[in-house]
């Protein structure tokens, strides 16, 4: 892949609100680990960016098993965070990432909003960070379980607390389980958002009928995959509209086409997720598409076609 | 080092209703494989089903740099493969997980079968009688029907004992009542068993009072079988906090880091 | 299907909240015409419900092609409520449904509550109509576009209003495109309705990569099919747990285990949608199975399962 | 009356590049069929692709009770398509829509088809045939390997004219070029077409210049197939308020009604 962000006349280079990327091509927290897992099979630094698996503030063991199931075109997920802290986080993996001179995005999750500010103080002055993902999709213990991300006020109020706290680039991830996803974007964008990602899972479960019970141990999970593309790029197309900074796009993309579908709508990156599972070279092989497709057209930048199928 | 390769399909056979055996040329694959790791396999090329889906190493032949799976049809992922034709590829991960740990030197080793879990064994088989062990196999199936790897064991010179549950063939009953009551005990010095969970589960018991070294292979959901996802959580005693992963911290286990 | 529900032991019925339907599978609305148009296919009589397109107070034409398109196991349509009005169908097609001992569903869609209003009385007293489906997935243009079916306080009064007309029962149809499905159906239950039907479909987009455009004229349609069943799901559990009025499930539904997963989460019958495009008889075969796995599981009625999956 | 009926393939052949005809039992749909008419068909068993795909009837044959379909593949149920095999099953939905208007007496009719839109003019060209009627084909490709079909008018000793864009078969340009430059007009009573909207546009434009009353097939995105869903709405003028439904107002429309 490296040799392709080198090509003389085509620039895929992207700065997602200050998060510089090589190129547009990321892989989406969670279905990558930190990187190293794939390692075997992709070049990893050749990746527009590695959005690490979602870290708190203490180590998370998760969710019991069955975490995952597969559905129509798509999967449910319920790991809950399972991770080992942020402290291992930067002590352990991080430093490998850097020397491997990888694009790290880290992906941050709290109860509250000070676990927010305090993982985002952690990370402060950490080498080889380009930006952070915030993870609003976690319930707000102290506002009895509601989700930051479904509540504009909170959504607005965590960013706030994070970027008082970080000098890096700051992207809240939001969920789609929302009525308004516009009011949303914008409380992000008030609240001092950098770029926004979108979208996380949708929330779902599956029936076991021979046990009449549900499938995930959890009871709901995150759905993701090809079945949510549509509602992914209606989101984007609503809030490309309304908001001025950039987003990162991504829900269901398994090919260029589908990537091209996300840029069209406004997206400026796309993140890669659940494909990975399926082909662990989809990130590299998407990127060489696109590649191929800007040649085809004549195209310098992506940014000439970035929102290019939205009515303002 | 686990890659991605297209295995070129050579040989596709139904055993038995709802069994076949595939074999798939796939040297780079083939030359890393051990005993007990499994193989990442895509079923189809469109959205559904979505996720590849894991099969163990049934059997390898570095030499030819083949690789036979031995799968049960249960679902759509299945149902797919069976299409596959002679000269069709196959789009493979692999290999993946930890495998069996292979004695230093020649043991008396049981491996006990269940089900479709016997494919892991054969290939298992084969590298204990390279390496010089005495091997028995035992395997529990429904029926008669259902015991397709049989002659497998015969070509490797294993002793191969049956039980079904109709009794069409072997020993009528379950494996585990042949093993608990029709096997001297002490004769073994290791066990490896593959199967369903209640029957892992009694041959472990049966492991833990004759004090017999051994080890298990589980099963979990997987979506990207390297550690990555998360998905494949296990707790592996009642009493741990943490979660092991199966498809990288196994699917082998020893016997006595597993609760049933 | 008739002889089916006429098993001695087993009995089908199902009073959906004063709906009476002679089996637990009905054929969801805007995907079955007005049932005559799949007459070749299978014995319209012998479905749970047929519940016909949405009908308007005044004709209306649709929207421009295209109007729908495939996704990854789902479909976007966009049809734009295109139907003959409301007098046509009480005149020209519903005689013909009650002739034919059809169970009929009216589904209205109104541009204000008072609209509703109207063609709920203009359905009073009619021949033929075991109940009334509220589309309130609609645009309310009093209120500036907002979807009725995304404000609880909207939904109360839209439901009220009909409530107020008719003596038939009313069964609103959720909107899954909202933050908190509870706090919508509570809402319609306080407004008075008989029974909820759950899901409408998602709003979703797909983009045309040759043209850079949005591949329905009308940008945005509704996704159905089986990738939004995990959704459907979800959120009928979630609701189950709440209310205490019946529920209509639907969402993807392509078999009997499909229709298993929802009478487990809490439905107590279930439409079949976009599965009548893919296999018109599906809606029989589902049936025949569900009865068949009565038989085998020694069921006297579905109720015995309805919920069952569901952790109050 | 149109059923579902499973249709056992007897014959599938690859005929270019991207163009296949499947031939299958279907005797019940078969003895229904009328020239101008679809079948809608399910790609396959998993819900990727989900809906039906319309394909017209390329030929039947009544006798036998036989259907064949001439396909281009342009996306994965075409793809899956061409998975089928001769024994294997092939789930139809049909005859579907408003077939071709056929004459009550022998008119001299020249049909014009463009691509893969040639398909529905085989089978109505046998019919027109057997009403004693004298028939013309121009046919559109882009190439001379993508003219499938000249043999199957030969058979039926029809007038078979072609145009391909690179020239090498037949005429060198548009089968549109090759109507208006090359054909003596008045000599036709009926023209049908199918093909390229641009295409049809022409011939329909010619068709009114001259007078010949004429036929044109549409497509549309399907769900349904049977006027259910409103799915597939084309509004025929620019002038008009309402929208047709091209699986059963259609896919066949009267030339003066359809405006490009
Ligand atoms: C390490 C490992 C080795 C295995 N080796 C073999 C083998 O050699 N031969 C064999 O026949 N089977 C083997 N299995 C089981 C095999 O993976 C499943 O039977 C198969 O995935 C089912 O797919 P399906 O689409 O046919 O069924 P589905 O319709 O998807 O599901 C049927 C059942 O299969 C299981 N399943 C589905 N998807 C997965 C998944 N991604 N991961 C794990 N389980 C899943 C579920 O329990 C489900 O209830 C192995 C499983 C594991 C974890
Ligand atoms: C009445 C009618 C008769 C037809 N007859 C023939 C024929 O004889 N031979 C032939 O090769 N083709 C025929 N077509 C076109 C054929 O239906 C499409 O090529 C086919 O559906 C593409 O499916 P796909 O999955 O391969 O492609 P996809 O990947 O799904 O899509 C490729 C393109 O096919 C079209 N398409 C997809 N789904 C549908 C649908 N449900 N309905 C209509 N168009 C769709 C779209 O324009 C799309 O851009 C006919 C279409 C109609 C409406
Ligand atoms: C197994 C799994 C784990 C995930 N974990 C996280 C996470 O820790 N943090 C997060 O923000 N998103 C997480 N996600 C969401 C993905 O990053 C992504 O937003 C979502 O899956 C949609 O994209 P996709 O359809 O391409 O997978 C996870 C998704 C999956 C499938
Ligand atoms: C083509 C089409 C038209 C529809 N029209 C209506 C409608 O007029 N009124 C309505 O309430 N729902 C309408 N729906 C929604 C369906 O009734 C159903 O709620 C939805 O499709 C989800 O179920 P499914 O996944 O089984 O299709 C329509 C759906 C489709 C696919
Ligand atoms: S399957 Fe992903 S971590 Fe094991
Ligand atoms: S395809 Fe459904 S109405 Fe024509």
Redesign the interface.
């Known amino acids: 892949m490296k040799n392709i962000s080198a090509g003389q006349d085509i620039d895929l280079r992207v700065n997602l609100g200050g998060i510089l990327m090589n190129n547009p091509v990321a892989v989406a927290s969670?279905?990558?680990?930190y990187g190293r897992?794939?390692e075997?099979?992709i070049d990893i630094a050749g990746l527009g960016a590695v959005i690490v698996?979602g870290t708190t503030l203490e180590p998370r063991?998760?969710?019991?098993?069955?975490?995952?199931?597969?559905t129509?075109?798509?999967?449910l997920?319920a790991?809950g965070l399972?991770n080992p802290g942020v402290d291992v986080f930067v002590n352990q993996y991080l430093p490998y990432l850097f020397e491997k001179k990888v694009t790290v995005i880290a992906n941050i999750a709290g109860n509250t909003i000070e676990e927010y500010a305090t993982i985002a103080a952690r990370l402060e002055g950490c080498q080889g960070i380009a930006g952070i993902e915030l993870n609003i999709s976690c319930p707000n213990v102290k506002q009895g379980g509601l989700q930051f991300g479904t509540d504009p006020v909170m959504v607005k109020n965590v960013v706030q607390a994070v970027k008082a706290e970080t000098s890096l680039p700051v992207m809240p991830k939001l969920s789609p389980n929302v009525t308004n996803i516009v009011e949303i974007a914008l409380a992000a964008q008030e609240g001092g958002a950098d770029a926004l990602s979108m979208i996380n899972t949708l929330m779902g479960m599956a029936v076991d009928v021979r046990t009449r019970k549900p499938v995930l141990a959890n009871i709901f999970g995150g759905l993701s995959?090809?079945?949510i593309k549509p509602v992914a790029l209606r989101m984007i197309y609503q809030v490309y509209r309304e908001v001025d900074i950039p987003i990162l796009g991504g829900g269901g993309i398994?090919n260029a086409t589908d990537a091209l579908e996300f840029i069209m709508v406004g997206a400026a990156a796309v993140s890669i997720g659940?494909g990975?599972?399926?082909?662990?070279?989809m990130a590299g092989d998407i990127l060489a598409e696109l590649y191929y497709y800007m040649q085809e057209n004549d195209m310098k930048s992506l940014n000439e076609i970035v929102g290019i199928a939205v009515q303002k | 080092?686990?890659?991605?390769e297209k295995g070129l399909v050579i040989n596709h056979q139904q055993l038995a209703q709802d069994m076949y055996v595939m074999e798939f040329l796939a040297p780079s694959i083939a030359k890393e494989c051990k005993p007990g790791q499994f193989l990442h396999v895509?079923p189809?090329?469109?959205?559904?089903?979505?996720?590849?889906r894991p099969l163990s190493l049934y059997d390898v032949d570095q030499e030819k740099g083949s690789i036979s799976l031995l799968y049960r049809v249960v679902g759509?992922g299945t149902d797919?493969l069976t299409?596959l034709k002679v000269n069709d590829y196959i789009d493979i991960?692999g290999p993946l997980g930890r495998g069996f740990s292979l004695p230093e030197s020649p043991k008396n080793a049981l491996l006990v079968g269940g089900g479709v879990g016997i494919a892991p064994l054969v290939y298992l088989g084969r590298v204990l009688k390279e390496r010089e062990c005495q091997v028995t196999v035992m395997c529990g199936a429904a029926n008669a029907g259902q015991l397709v790897v049989d002659d497998k064991f015969q070509q490797l010179d294993i002793t191969f004992l049956s039980a079904t549950i109709d009794g069409s063939a072997g020993y009528k009953g379950l494996v585990t009542d042949l093993l608990v009551t029709q096997v001297k005990p002490g004769g073994f010095d290791i066990i490896y068993t593959c199967g369903p969970e209640p029957m892992m589960d009694l041959v472990a018991l049966y492991a833990a009072i004759h004090h017999i070294w051994g080890e298990v292979s589980l099963e979990?959901?997987?979506?990207?079988?390297?550690?990555?996802?998360?998905?494949?959580?296990?707790?592996l005693k009642a009493s741990d906090?943490?979660?092991a992963k199966v498809c990288?911290d196994g699917p082998v286990f020893n016997m006595k880091e597993v609760e049933f």
Do not use: S, W
């Open positions: 969670g279905t990558f680990g897992e794939y075997d099979y698996k063991h998760g969710n019991p098993p069955p975490r995952i199931i597969e129509a075109a798509g999967m997920n790991i399972e995959g090809p079945a398994m659940t990975n599972f399926v082909n662990p070279q | 080092m686990p890659i991605m895509r189809g090329n469109t959205n559904d089903p979505l996720l590849r759509k797919l299409g991960m979990e959901h997987m979506a990207c079988g390297v550690g990555a996802c998360l998905g494949c959580a296990r707790r906090e943490t979660y990288k």
